[in-house]
C-alpha cells in the first residue's frame, strides 16, 4: 500500500530542487556573458520552475494537508525544504554555474527516465513531460561544458575549479532514505540508488573528452532530505519569499 506522505516528501524533494536550482539561474538574468546565453539560461531556469510548480502541486495535493504550490514554496522555512544541496549552492563565474547544471542535467536525466514507469500516473506523467525538456538542457550544459573546458586555458581553469568546488554534493544525489525505500516495493518510484553508476559512467566518460578530472574530496556534504543545508539557502529564500512573507496572502 503506497504511503501518501513519504510519497509527497520525495515528491517535496524533486520540486524544492527543481525550484532552488530555477532561481539560482534567474540570478543570471541581465548578467550572462552574451546575449543569447542570457535568454537561453533563463529560459532554462523558467522550464525548471514549471517543473517546480507541478511537483509542489502534486506534493501538496498528495499529503492532503490544503497547501498550494505557493504556500509550499513561499511558507515553508528552511528546515521544511528538502532541495538537493547542490541545487543551492552559488552561481560564481559561468564556468561554475556551467557545471552545476551539466552535473544536475545528467541526474535529471535519469531521475526522469526511471520516473516515467512509475506506476502512479500522475507522477510518471510529470516525468514525461519533464524529460523532453531535460534533453535539451543536457544538450546546452554539455556544448557549453566541451566549448569552455576544451577552449582557453583560462576557461579550462575556471570550469575545473568549478567542478571541484561542486562535486563533493553529488554524492546525495542518489539517495533514498529508508521510508522511501517503501515506495520500490510497489513500483512508485524506482531502486534510484542503483542510477547512481549509470551516472558516474556518463559523467566520467563526459570529464575525460573534455580533459577534466574528477576531484579529490575528503568528505561529501548532504542532508536535503533531513533539511540540513549550507548557509546558501538562508539567503536565496529570504530573496525569494519576501513579498510574501511581507505581504501574506497578496495577490495580483
Known sequence: MMNNQVLAQFILHVGDSQLILSHRLAEWCGHAPELELDIAVANIGLDLLGQARTALSLAGEIEGLGRDEDK????????????????????????QTIVRQWLMDHYHALL???????????????????????????????????RLSLGSEEAHEKTQNGLNNLWRFTEELFALTVDEKQLIDTCVIPDIEKLK??????????????????PKTGSYRSGAKQGLHTEHLGYVLAELQYIQRSYPNMTW
Request: charged share 20%.
Open 197 to 214: 553508476q549509470q551516472w558516474m559512467d556518463s559523467v566520467q566518460l563526459d570529464l575525460a573528452r573534455f580533459e577534466l578530472a574528477i
Open 112 to 146: 526522469f527516465t526511471a520516473l516515467s514507469q512509475s506506476s502512479y500516473p500522475n507522477l510518471a506523467a510529470f516525468a514525461i513531460k519533464s524529460l523532453k525538456e531535460v534533453k535539451y538542457h543536457l544538450r546546452f550544459s554539455t556544448a557549453w561544458m566541451e
Open 72 to 95: 509550499l514554496a513561499y511558507f515553508r522555512t528552511e528546515r521544511e525544504y528538502r532541495n538537493l544541496l547542490l541545487c543551492e549552492q552559488p552561481n560564481g563565474d559561468f564556468a
